[in-house]
């Protein structure tokens, strides 16, 4: 399994109007969205994303972003309820829509009926799987579509989006998109393995914005010794939302005693933590999981 909410933060953290290559009915000016990931007041659950847009365009939507890549029965209703208490505490808020990535609709996210009128009117979903068969996707789209292709089909299909994109300033982009889909569903394999798949060279790969950014590899060497312990820092901040929000996605809320140890963990045990959780079916797991890391 991906640890998605990771990547979607990073492909849209720095460059917010990429979202706007999968919104092809909004009109050709908009731009300028501000992309922010609120942590909702009570339960402590931070969004995937949200797009602000510049003050000057009233008319454009915030968009409201989720990456649910597997199913659950109690998304919908999670989906509303969240939606709601952002609106509730963001009442700058005009205009808006939900965006929802997934593998594809027939998943189970729960019964549509008590919701009805909030997926028709609302939701826009972005469906991975049907993207890969589609020649008229976006570029960015099909790169997406990587994260759920089987592995022996990663090379051909890499090689056919980068060809597509050949000579144009979107080149670089889907290259960083690659790299990051890789490492994020084969952080164990060699990096002349990734490049392989990916049909990306070694000097490429090791300066992409997503090996360098995400990961925090990729370090110049002469870097100032402030600046490496800063940048350790943000990598240990980061590792532990990430975790806290997995958690609470996978265990329910946490007790403040949990909380104040996972806080606690070094940054090896951390991304342990993130790369065990991801196959936790509750809340006793993670109480496994700490009694074993004492």
């Known amino acids: 399994m991906v640890a998605s909410d990771k990547l979607f933060f990073w492909l849209f953290q720095n460059q917010p109007d990429r979202i706007l290559q999968l919104q092809s009915d909004l009109p050709p000016d908009a731009g300028g969205y501000r992309f922010s990931a609120p942590v909702l007041k009570e339960r402590e659950y931070r969004l995937d994303g949200l797009f602000l847009p510049p003050p000057e365009r009233p008319d454009l939507p915030a968009l409201i972003l989720e990456a649910q890549m597997a199913a659950d029965a109690g998304f919908l209703r999670r989906l509303y309820a969240e939606t709601a208490r952002l609106l509730q505490q963001q009442p700058g808020i005009g205009p808006w829509r939900v965006v929802v990535f997934c593998p594809h609709r027939e998943l189970d996210f729960g019964a549509q009926e008590p919701v009805a009128e909030f ?71 060699s990096i002349p393995e990734l490049c392989a798949m990916g049909g990306i060279t070694l000097d490429d790969f090791t300066q992409s914005v997503a090996y360098r950014e995400i990961y925090g590899l990729g370090r110049q060497e002469g870097r100032q010794e402030g600046r490496q312990e800063g940048r350790q820092e943000g990598r240990q901040a980061g590792e532990l939302d990430l975790a806290l929000r997995l958690l609470q996605r996978r265990c ?33 797991d993670l109480i496994i999981w700490l009694a074993d890391h004492a």
Do not use: C, H, N, Y
């Open 252 to 284: 329910g809320a946490l007790s403040a005693q949990q909380e104040a140890r996972i806080r606690e963990l070094p940054l090896p045990q951390l991304e342990a933590l993130g790369e065990a959780l991801l196959d936790f079916q509750g809340p006793a």
């Open 119 to 189: 997926l028709r009117e609302r939701v826009q979903w972005i469906e991975l799987q049907p993207a890969a068969k589609d020649p008229t996707a976006p570029p960015l789209l099909k790169a997406l579509a990587l994260l759920l292709q089987p592995e022996r089909e990663l090379p051909a299909t890499t090689a056919m989006i980068r060809a597509q994109v050949k000579g144009t300033a979107q080149a670089a982009e889907i290259d960083d998109v690659i790299a990051a889909i890789l490492v994020s569903r084969f952080s164990g394999r």
